[in-house]
């Protein structure tokens, strides 16, 4: 699987927020690094993926309550 960059627009405002999906994030087997821009208007959570699929993504965050929608650039 290729390396690549993906990112999403998202609800995760707060550190509180960032703190609920940090353990399926960091568990995550196919993700390397991981970050929101709280600052941004949209919320942006960047995913370094080494193998995890969009899909994956938006479901590990769902699953915790929060919003979350892939951008394509």
């Known amino acids: 699987m290729e390396n690549k ?16 999906v940090k353990p399926q994030l960091d568990n995550a087997a196919g993700i390397c690094h991981w970050s929101v821009d709280t600052n ?10 080494e193998g995890i699929t969009e899909e ?7 699953k915790k309550g929060f919003k979350i929608e892939p951008i394509h650039n």
């Open 40 to 49: 941004n208007k949209d919320k942006v959570l960047t995913v370094h993926s």
């Open 5 to 20: 960059t993906l990112q999403f627009k998202t609800n995760l405002n707060c550190g509180g927020c960032v703190a609920a």
């Open 56 to 62: 994956q993504v938006v479901d590990l965050v769902e």
